[in-house]
């Protein structure tokens, strides 16, 4: 039973990782639209049928992760939405306006109306990315919490270059993420330029993934627990193999499909391993120790744990089951030429 | 500003606008969900057209219900931090349940139905539909469960500074939050009946492709007919469970002052507009109908308002109004869909009176938000009946964030609903993909 607050923390960890890695292709073809799609309205079309059946099932895993949070430590939850006011209601506006733009863009024929979602898309999937490397690196470098968990900075203070670089590595994370993905699923010309595109990121990503990794030692109180159990360390490796391997498969074989899946492993285990790096904090506090959100002061009941514990273990598998069974009925390498 | 007004008013907005969505996703998926049956087992092109008809008003609808929910689960975070910490271990656990037993199903399964005509096979898409359907209802208890608890908290104890589980079981069976979860998934049925007649019966109107939308008049009437029916008793239920668990809003619905046995009801009333105690008109009263219609006595006490201190009663105007409207209203559906009922070919042949269902489309929408009306307005002044006052369970956020992000919101759905019902006006007037000379030509 004392278990049960560790085992939450690390599917907390999981349930982000997995959006990211599934919500990130897609708000990484949104800002890939305007650069390779520039040429033709069909492209852009295109584009949009590789995405189209999934978003909205790959949001889910976000509404799941922040459920989770609300379920299985409601004082995380309770104090980061309230912490993050602003951020969160630019990401909730993006979102919306990302999920409209998907429905709306096809109703009507007219070149500047699809233009304007296209665009619209593209602000969107680039601002969802900056938000969540930002909310994401304030997390990691510690909100301003007093002792009663209260949130004592401002926007302003969320501006941080460290969060301003998380930002960024979300950004070309995703858009190289995507960039892969897109290739894997189309063919033709949009398949070399996707391939192109995310031939040009990678080392832009690699690269600031490295210094983020090196900024973190000094910005961020991330490398304690694996200093203290090496164990651990078998997470960042992970997170580096994968993101070296995807390189391989990018540059040496072409082989999209498997670019694509070690970039997913690669953001998993980037999320896992900024988490399990708090550990046993949700929420670390820069101002006092004792306002920082941990497993002990954050957890519902056991009783709670327990029981959502078995509808996850139930569920979850059975949505990972038929959603990877949609992708596979639902995706065909598409031709903007047809 | 009080942040904590503000709060209420965004939650208000993002709920009224979202309930302006779910009520026809739950019907319309239903609707076609049984057209595509028809199709699957008779093989007529006829029922695919009216499957793919109105799945297009469907997809438009369903994209923005889901785009307005999001802002929903993040808010008790956002603004009801104090709430959250306060509820969350059962709370929390029935939105977390709701997104992995039933949202990722209807948003999965969304796609292979929208996406799936020529990829799947014609069984594997109509089990899309039906589970799209389901999940969606299944969506909708869970939601009214976490609802039910704050307007009847059960099985749960005090722990310190926050309440904790003690009986899931009694959790997931509060007989409130069944018996909203009941009542709203009839209500949402009965909207969609009554959109698809007005959109059928504009067709007709337009004497266009008659075969066609008198079929779909006919299963929107058969809709509207029995939902209209079962929202009224379900209705009625939920009045005399309102009247067992929250007298006080009870007493708020009917504006009833003294408490008293053989309580009559009163057909025109006028509540105070000062601070007096009591109705400024009240007159055409029906002995015993209140205390019959609330505990099935002609005898039985009734609490009055004066029976709370000032500070436990609910806003008598808001709820008193929203409730006898949205009475008024449904018993307007069930006069309209019997009387349709009984005329029903006659009807579908007549020309300008057909437009009086199209005008009647936006009439179950304003009933079902004022159903919500009653329902929240008429829990305050708590967020948890009994247990948390609204006024203490908002987030330490300053007010100015809170009314750029109210402003920014108001504006961007209001666009969007305009937006919105514009595609789906285009949608609902475009020609199916099915006429009679059409079926009638050999291939």
Not at chain 1, 11 to 33: C, R, T
Not at chain 2, 162 to 190: C, E, K, Q
Request: proline share 5%; aromatic share 16%.
């Amino acid at each position: 039973m004392e278990y049960l607050g560790d085992i939450w923390f690390v599917l907390w960890a999981l349930l982000w990782g997995i959006y990211f890695a599934l919500d990130g292709y897609d708000f990484g073809i949104g800002m890939l639209l305007p650069i390779i799609g520039m040429s033709t309205q069909k492209e852009r079309d295109t584009m949009h049928q590789v995405t189209g059946p999934f978003w909205d099932g790959n949001e889910v895993w976000l509404i799941t992760a922040g459920g989770v949070t609300f379920a299985a430590f409601p004082l995380a939850y309770a104090v980061l939405f309230s912490s993050l006011y602003t951020p969160l209601m630019l990401l909730l506006l993006v979102l919306i306006m990302r999920g409209v733009a998907a429905e709306f863009r096809h109703q009507w024929n007219h070149p500047h109306w699809r233009t304007f979602w296209d665009l619209t898309v593209a602000a969107c999937g680039f601002l969802a990315a900056l938000l969540l490397g930002v909310a994401f690196s304030n997390i990691f470098r510690g909100l301003p919490l007093d002792q009663n968990h209260i949130f004592q900075g401002n926007i302003l203070n969320l501006l941080h270059p460290y969060a301003l670089l998380g930002g960024l590595l979300f950004v070309v994370m995703f858009a190289t993420h995507g960039a892969m993905y897109l290739s894997w699923h189309v063919s033709g010309d949009l398949e070399k330029k996707a391939a192109m595109m995310a031939k040009v990121l990678w080392p832009v990503f690699m690269l600031c993934f490295l210094v983020y990794v090196l900024l973190t030692f000094f910005w961020a109180g991330l490398y304690r627990n694996f200093f203290e159990s090496p164990l651990m360390l078998a997470l960042p490796a992970a997170c580096l193999v994968s993101f070296l391997a995807s390189g391989h498969y990018l540059y040496r074989t072409d082989k999209m499909n498997k670019a694509f899946l070690y970039s997913g492993v690669g953001i998993i285990s980037l999320a896992l391993t900024g988490v399990m790096g708090m550990y046993p904090n949700l929420l670390p506090s820069r101002l006092d120790p004792l306002g920082a959100v941990t497993i002990a002061n954050g957890a519902s009941t056991p009783k709670t744990l327990f029981i959502m514990l078995v509808v996850a273990l139930i569920f979850v598998p059975i949505v990972i089951c038929y959603q990877w069974w949609t992708h596979r009925k639902l995706s065909e390498k598409l031709d903007p030429e047809y | 500003m009080d942040p904590v007004i503000l709060s209420r008013l965004q939650f208000a907005l993002a709920t009224f606008f979202h309930f302006l969505y779910v009520p026809l996703t739950l019907g319309l998926a239903f609707f076609i969900a049984i057209m595509e049956t028809r199709y699957v087992r008779t093989g007529d092109e006829m029922y695919k057209a009216q499957a793919k008809f109105w799945g297009r008003i469907f997809l438009i609808n369903f994209a923005l219900g889901v785009v307005t929910g999001i802002t929903l689960e993040f808010q008790f975070g956002t603004n009801w931090a104090n709430y959250s910490y306060f509820v969350g271990d059962i709370f929390g656990s029935l939105l977390a349940i709701e997104a992995t037993a039933a949202f990722f199903l209807e948003s999965t399964f969304i796609a292979v139905w929208a996406f799936g005509w020529n990829k799947v096979p014609k069984k594997v898409h109509l089990a899309a539909i039906w589970l799209v359907s389901g999940a969606g209802v299944l969506s909708a208890l869970w939601i009214l469960l976490a609802n039910g608890f704050m307007q009847n908290p059960v099985g749960f104890r005090l722990d310190g500074d926050r309440l904790v589980l003690d009986s899931f079981l009694a959790v997931i069976t509060n007989p409130y939050g069944w018996s909203m979860f009941i009542h709203t998934v009839i209500a949402a049925m009965l909207l969609c009946g009554f959109l698809v007649m007005g959109i059928s019966g504009w067709h007709l109107f337009r004497r266009n492709n008659e075969a066609f939308f008198q079929k779909s008049f006919s299963l929107g009437l058969c809709f509207a007919l029995t939902f209209s029916i079962l929202a009224a008793l379900t209705g009625h239920f939920q009045g005399q469970l309102t009247a067992k668990y929250q007298p006080a809003k009870m007493a708020a619905m009917e504006s009833q002052w003294e408490t008293q046995t053989h309580a009559p009801m009163h057909l025109l009333v006028i509540p105070p507009i000062d601070d007096s105690e009591e109705n400024l008109v009240e007159a055409l009263g029906i002995p015993g109908l209140m205390s019959f219609l609330a505990t099935n006595s002609f005898s039985a006490e009734v609490k009055g308002l004066k029976a709370f201190p000032k500070e436990d009663r609910p806003p008598v105007w808001p709820v008193y109004l929203s409730f006898r409207l949205m009475v008024g209203l449904g018993t307007l559906f069930v006069g309209v869909a019997v009387l349709t009922a009984l005329f029903k070919y006659h009807i579908m042949r007549l020309r300008y009176p057909l437009l009086l269902y199209v005008l009647m489309i936006p009439l179950p929408y304003l009933t079902l938000q004022l159903g919500w009306a009653v329902t929240e307005v008429g829990r305050q002044p708590w967020v948890v009946y009994g247990m948390m006052r609204t006024s203490l369970a908002g987030s330490p956020v300053d007010w100015y964030q809170i009314a750029g992000s109210l402003a920014v919101m108001g504006g961007v759905y209001t666009l969007l609903t305009v937006a919105g019902v514009i595609l789906m006006g285009k949608a609902a007037l475009k020609e199916p993909e099915w006429n009679e000379t059409l079926a009638a030509t050999p291939y």
